[in-house]
């Protein structure tokens, strides 16, 4: 039993799997505010545009 505790606490696996887990998690919410902040820039421009066409001549 003692053993197997001894190589339970040698396993950085786990560590390693963590690790990918944060990078992960890291990388999508820049994605995410990436996208938001194009969505966001790309409604200006939609309603900037519709404005400008639905002028009366």
């Known amino acids: ?3 197997l505790f ?6 950085e696996s786990g560590a390693t799997a963590i690790e ?3 990078i992960a998690a890291l990388i999508s ?3 995410i505010t ?3 902040q194009l969505g ?3 409604n200006n421009a939609f ?3 519709g ?3 639905a002028k009366p001549i």
């Open 47 to 49: 309603v900037k545009l």
């Open 6 to 11: 001894a190589r339970f606490i040698k396993d």
């Open 29 to 31: 919410v820049a994605l």
């Open 20 to 22: 990918y887990g944060l």
């Open 40 to 42: 966001n820039a790309l």
């Open 34 to 36: 990436g996208a938001s």
């Open 1 to 3: 039993m003692s053993n």
């Open 51 to 53: 404005n400008t066409v």
